[in-house]
C-alpha cells in the first residue's frame, strides 16, 4: 500500500475522534453551576454528608444539594463568584445557586455568608432571612427560631495577640520619647569609614 494514502486515512480518523470527542464533551455539559465542599475539623471522624453521601473535602457541589455536618466537623462551601458559606457543626442546610445568587434552607445548625456576590436568601423555620457577608443564620430546634446575627468577631486569643503588638509599639514610642529623640535600640555601634 501507498504510504501516504496510510498516512492520509490515520489523519481523517484522527480528526472524526477529535470531532466526536470535543461533541460530546460540549452536549454533556448542562450548563450548571458546581461548587466545592472543604471539610474542616475533625477528618478522620467526619462524616459530612452532601444529598445522604458521606462527603470528603474536594467534592463538587451542585444546585440543590442538601449538606449535614456531624457534631465533630463543619464544611465550607465554596460556590466561586456566587460566594462562599461556612456550616457549623450540626447544621443541615439545602443550598441552592447558581453564578451570581445563593438561596437555601436552614433546618438546624448555623449558616455564615463568608463572601457573596448579592445577599444570600436563608429560608428558616421562622421566616426568609437575607444575609451579607459576615453575618450568621442560626437555627434553634428547640424553639425552632432562627435569628440573624452577625458572625462572631475576633475571638479573645486574637484580641490579646493586637494587644501585645499594640502594647509593644507603644513601649517602643516611649523609650524613643525618653531617649530625647536618640533611637540606640541596637546598643552603641562601630563605623567603619571607607576611607583609610
Not at 1 to 17: D, G, H, P
Not at 130 to 143: D, M
Amino acid at each position: 500500500m501507498n504510504s501516504k494514502l496510510i498516512r492520509y486515512a490515520l489523519t481523517m480518523c484522527l480528526m472524526v475522534a477529535m470531532t466526536a470527542t470535543y461533541s460530546m464533551v460540549a452536549l454533556a455539559s448542562d450548563g450548571k453551576s458546581a461548587g466545592e465542599i472543604l471539610i474542616t475539623g475533625n477528618d478522620n471522624a467526619a462524616t459530612v454528608t452532601v444529598n445522604g453521601e458521606v462527603a470528603k473535602s474536594g467534592r463538587s457541589i451542585f444546585s440543590s444539594s442538601t449538606i449535614s455536618t456531624p457534631a465533630d466537623a463543619g464544611a465550607i462551601i465554596n460556590l466561586g463568584k456566587a460566594g462562599k458559606l461556612e456550616l457549623a457543626r450540626n447544621t443541615t442546610f439545602a443550598v441552592s445557586f447558581d453564578d451570581s445568587s445563593i438561596n437555601g434552607s436552614l433546618s438546624s445548625g448555623r449558616v455564615t455568608v463568608l463572601t457573596a456576590a448579592h445577599a444570600v436568601g436563608v429560608k428558616t423555620l421562622s421566616g426568609d432571612v437575607k444575609l451579607n457577608a459576615g453575618e450568621t443564620a442560626e437555627a434553634n430546634t428547640a424553639t425552632g427560631q432562627t435569628t440573624p446575627a452577625t458572625a462572631a468577631g475576633a475571638s479573645s486569643g486574637d484580641w490579646a495577640w493586637w494587644a501585645l503588638i499594640v502594647g509593644g509599639a507603644v513601649a517602643v514610642i516611649i523609650i524613643t520619647a525618653a531617649a530625647q529623640g536618640e533611637n540606640n535600640l541596637g546598643g552603641s555601634s562601630t563605623q567603619i569609614s571607607p576611607i583609610r
